[in-house]
């Protein structure tokens, strides 16, 4: 099994809402990522997990807050959002601490604040 | 630091053409580096990836690309486009900022393919 699982997969929320975004493997790995991509514009890293911990948190605003429950398991919860967050939310997982590993990306939650 | 620059924002090809989408990297150490692949509203998916082993690197879909350390190229080639092969594809390097879980994305480049 080489995927990655996302859900939703499309998500419209207010303001003043609070959202979980849900991604999923099961390839054994032990770093999950998440990056947002706007618009014809190329990934950019929001948060690294490694061996469960926050191992890198690209200045993210505080709106955005990731959790890692478990190895397989990565969670983005949304609060607070602004209009100019919406974009296409991607986790990706890969082997841990070793540059020459692909990361495997889900499908992606597209997401829309209104 | 470790970057790449992916030339031509947009490509376009016929059908059966030569595809070539070019990507530079800067990096100050040997580099990993990876081409990935995106359909409409999809997440990427891994081409190929370049790892030291050979400089001469296939990958899924026919795809394959030359490490070129003289020329600090690693650009993507394919013989014969075909119209399945039309999305944006982007060259990645990893490491950056000392991390081996950074992986800074090139600009992208999109692929058209004509009947």
């Known amino acids: 099994d080489t995927e990655v699982t996302q859900t939703p997969k499309h998500l419209v929320m207010g303001m003043t809402n609070k959202k979980s975004l849900k991604c999923e493997q099961h390839?054994?790995?032990?770093?999950m990522y998440w990056y947002k991509q706007k618009a014809k514009k190329p990934p950019e890293l929001m948060f690294v997990y490694s061996y469960e911990k926050l191992s890198i948190n690209e200045s993210v605003p505080s709106r955005f807050s990731p959790e890692c429950p478990n190895s397989s398991l990565l969670n983005l919860h949304l609060h607070a959002l602004q209009p100019e967050d919406s974009a296409l939310y991607l986790c990706?997982?890969?082997?841990?601490?070793?540059?020459?590993?692909?990361?495997?990306f889900g499908q992606g939650t597209r997401l829309t604040v209104v | 630091a470790q970057s790449v620059t992916q030339l031509g924002s947009h490509v376009s090809v016929s059908e059966g053409a030569l595809v070539l989408l070019r990507c530079n990297y800067s990096?100050?150490?040997?580099?990993?580096l990876f081409w990935y692949v995106q359909y409409p509203n999809q997440g990427l998916q891994l081409l190929l990836k370049?790892?030291?082993?050979?400089?001469l690197v296939k990958g899924i879909n026919g795809f394959e690309a030359e490490f070129k350390k003289s020329e600090t190229s690693f650009h993507l080639t394919k013989p014969s486009a075909h119209m399945s092969d039309a999305a944006e594809y982007f060259c990645?390097?990893?490491?950056?900022?000392?991390?081996?879980?950074?992986?800074?994305f090139g600009k992208g480049t999109l692929l058209t393919v004509n009947p």
């Open positions: 990706a997982s890969s082997q841990a601490g070793q540059g020459n590993t692909e990361a495997f």
């Open positions: 990096s100050s150490v040997p580099p990993y």
């Open positions: 390839m054994g790995h032990r770093a």
């Open positions: 990645a390097v990893s490491g950056a900022g000392g991390s081996n879980y950074k992986l800074t």
């Open positions: 370049y790892t030291s082993a050979a400089t």
